[in-house]
């Protein structure tokens, strides 16, 4: 499967942490289109705001009058858009900002199936391309029991059989699984084949195991693109106080390490003159076996710079300078 190096993604769209209007979501799509390689990749689910981000990259891409060959969409299935009965939503409450719908999870054959057309009833003209089953480590995660788990792992296998009739059906183009336990994903691609997988979180400048290396490198060897999202830990590696979502506390013993880490990483970008950000990009992009690296943003004002971070390689005397330094492999 050919994809271009940068894989757009819309949660921002659906009103994660704050609300953009219309307008602005218009103009983020704008500055994608514009400085994205053709077909320019969406990467979206029915769980980004219940709904919402489908419908607002819909919306944007009929704004800017976008031939439906020039995108290909992906959507992660396993969400399904219900009525708002409450003050907030029930499936993620205080994540998403002003948004008007519930979601409830659907992950079975028929459940996947009414995602799908849903879906691509919220993105109009646009219907999904690349399809998945969405955070399936987090729906087996929620097992109580090991019979309770093979019941969950069986209503995946049911979904993807879902996936792969619709591809059959000439509907979509690709089936993919993304998660942040990469563990899970090889466990999948383990039993289903699959045309791609996105990593979350894993395959970062600071956590990158070779057994992972590995892994992406059968992959490839199989033909399975990868898509390496997350590659900030979080925001840590550019300066956040979250490591992969979980708060780093710097009177904690057991952070002291991390913290030592990113301190000596950002003095070796101050002396090559290095943009701690560019670096995340361009290691996460470069694992032998990559295909893609997932981006996102709020703003409009910052895609352009997102996609010359992909574009502008870095002198290899920096890498070796992490290397000498035990900061990276």
Same mark, same amino acid.
């Given at each position: 499967?050919?994809?271009?190096?940068?894989?757009?993604?819309?949660?921002?769209?659906?009103?994660?942490?704050?609300?953009?209007?219309?307008?602005?979501?218009?103009?983020?799509?704008?500055?994608?289109?514009?400085?994205?390689?053709?077909?320019?990749?969406?990467?979206?689910?029915?769980?980004?705001?219940?709904?919402?981000?489908?419908?607002?990259?819909?919306?944007?891409?009929?704004?800017?009058?976008?031939?439906p060959e020039q995108v290909l969409i992906s959507n992660k299935l396993?969400?399904? @858009? %219900?009525?708002?009965? *409450?003050?907030?939503?029930? /499936? !993620?409450? &205080?994540?998403?900002?002003?948004?008007?719908?519930? =979601?409830?999870? @659907? %992950?079975?054959?028929? *459940?996947?199936?009414?995602? /799908? !057309?849903? &879906?691509?009833?919220?993105?109009?003209?646009?219907? =999904?391309?690349?399809?998945?089953?969405?955070?399936?480590?987090?729906?087996?995660?929620?097992? &109580?029991?090991?019979?309770?788990?093979?019941?969950?792992?069986?209503?995946?296998?049911?979904?993807?059989?879902?996936?792969?009739?619709?591809?059959?059906?000439?509907?979509?183009?690709?089936?993919?699984?993304?998660?942040?336990?990469?563990?899970?994903?090889?466990?999948?691609?383990?039993?289903?084949?699959?045309?791609?997988?996105?990593?979350?979180?894993?395959?970062?400048?600071?956590?990158?195991?070779?057994?992972?290396?590995?892994?992406?490198?059968?992959?490839?060897?199989?033909?399975?693109?990868?898509?390496?999202?997350a590659v900030f830990n979080g925001g840590f590696l550019t300066g956040?106080?979250?490591?992969n979502y979980k708060l780093v506390d710097g009177s904690d013993p057991?952070?002291?390490?991390?913290?030592?880490?990113?301190?000596?990483?950002?003095?070796?970008?101050?002396?090559?003159?290095?943009?701690?950000?560019?670096?995340?990009?361009?290691?996460?992009?470069?694992?032998?076996?990559?295909?893609?690296?997932?981006?996102?943003?709020?703003?409009?004002?910052?895609?352009?710079?997102?996609?010359?971070?992909?574009?502008?390689?870095?002198?290899?005397?920096?890498?070796?300078?992490?290397?000498?330094?035990?900061?990276?492999?």
């Amino acid at each position: 499967m050919h994809l271009s190096k940068v894989v757009f993604g819309t949660s921002g769209l659906g009103n994660l942490y704050q609300a953009p209007t219309q307008e602005e979501k218009n103009a983020i799509v704008g500055e994608c289109l514009a400085h994205m390689d053709k077909p320019a990749v969406f990467d979206s689910a029915g769980k980004y705001g219940a709904g919402l981000a489908l419908e607002a990259l819909g919306a944007a891409l009929r704004h800017w009058q976008v031939p439906p060959e020039q995108v290909l969409i992906s959507n992660k299935l396993g969400w399904y @858009r %219900i009525p708002l009965r *409450g003050a907030e939503p029930t /499936f !993620e409450p &205080g994540v998403w900002k002003n948004i008007q719908h519930d =979601a409830e999870q @659907r %992950i079975s054959y028929e *459940g996947i199936l009414q995602c /799908f !057309e849903q &879906g691509n009833q919220l993105l109009g003209n646009y219907p =999904a391309q690349l399809v998945s089953v969405h955070d399936p480590d987090e729906y087996l995660a929620t097992a &109580g029991t090991p019979k309770e788990r093979e019941k969950k792992l069986q209503d995946i296998r049911d979904a993807y059989r879902a996936l792969h009739d619709l591809k059959a059906a000439g509907k979509v183009k690709a089936i993919g699984v993304g998660a942040k336990n990469w563990k899970i994903i090889r466990e999948i691609t383990g039993i289903i084949p699959l045309d791609w997988v996105m990593i979350a979180n894993s395959l970062t400048l600071h956590a990158h195991p070779q057994e992972l290396a590995d892994y992406i490198q059968s992959l490839q060897a199989r033909g399975v693109a990868v898509i390496n999202s997350a590659v900030f830990n979080g925001g840590f590696l550019t300066g956040g106080d979250y490591y992969n979502y979980k708060l780093v506390d710097g009177s904690d013993p057991a952070h002291h390490e991390l913290l030592r880490w990113r301190t000596a990483f950002f003095a070796a970008c101050t002396m090559h003159q290095v943009d701690p950000a560019h670096a995340c990009v361009q290691f996460g992009l470069n694992v032998p076996g990559v295909t893609a690296v997932a981006m996102s943003t709020s703003k409009a004002a910052k895609v352009k710079g997102n996609m010359d971070m992909v574009k502008n390689n870095i002198s290899p005397d920096f890498w070796e300078y992490l290397k000498s330094k035990q900061l990276i492999r």
